[in-house]
């Protein structure tokens, strides 16, 4: 029960999420409007997953719809970065700083290699902009917070880790805490953009210079 209701928790977070690059992509004319239209779509594809949990259909939600927002999650990254045709960045030098028991316990979630993939991507940009501040750094954050409520839950089902009864449902509070985040974060970033009269998400070239 308490895992439906952080379901339902995460949904309408992520959703009140959604309401600023949906905003964004009707306001804006530029090269900005296709990024935040991407954006939009991996939060609105993330939220129906969240419904389908909500509504018990976890073969639907787990194993289709979560997969395919962290893919549109990896095309944003290679949009907003630029790197399409360059092969030096993969999912193997991202989870290189891995144990081995950790990457056996990886190969079993194909959310898990996606969310490094997109970690890779975010965490690269974020080391060019060297800015704590920085859309793509916080973005990092939110993955990795991601990440790690998935891994728990894949502990846990698992039976390689136990937990109390009050524990079961940890995984899914951790991503409430990822969702909650990832609002804050938007709203926060939008609230400054429009004080400040600069741009939301900053552009690569402005960020390395």
């Known amino acids: 029960m308490l895992e439906t209701q952080l379901h339902l928790i995460s949904a309408v977070l992520i959703l009140l999420a959604a309401i600023v690059p949906i905003y964004l992509t009707i306001k804006l004319k530029d090269n900005l409007k296709k990024l935040t239209a991407i954006l939009s779509i991996f939060i609105l594809m993330h939220a129906v997953y969240q419904v389908a949990g909500f509504f018990g259909l976890t073969l639907l939600a787990d194993g289709v719809l979560e997969p395919l927002s962290v ?22 030098n991202m989870s290189a700083v891995w144990s081995p028991v950790v990457i056996l316990l990886l190969m079993n979630s194909i959310t898990i290699m996606l969310l490094l993939g997109a970690l890779g991507i975010f965490g690269w940009m974020a080391a060019r902009s060297k800015n704590i501040r920085s859309f793509q750094f916080q973005l990092s954050i939110f993955i990795i ?8 839950s894949i502990l846990h089902d698992n039976a390689i880790v136990g937990f109390s009864t009050l524990q079961n449902d940890l995984g899914s509070g951790i991503h409430v805490v990822s969702m909650v985040f990832f609002s804050i974060m938007f709203w926060l970033r939008y609230y400054y953009s429009e004080r400040s009269n600069k741009k939301m998400i900053e552009d690569l070239q402005s960020s390395d210079s």
């Open 71 to 92: 893919a549109v999650l990896i095309f944003f990254g290679i949009v907003y970065s630029g790197i399409a045709k360059q092969r030096n960045l993969s999912i193997q």
């Open 145 to 152: 917070i991601w990440i790690v409520g998935d891994l728990v």
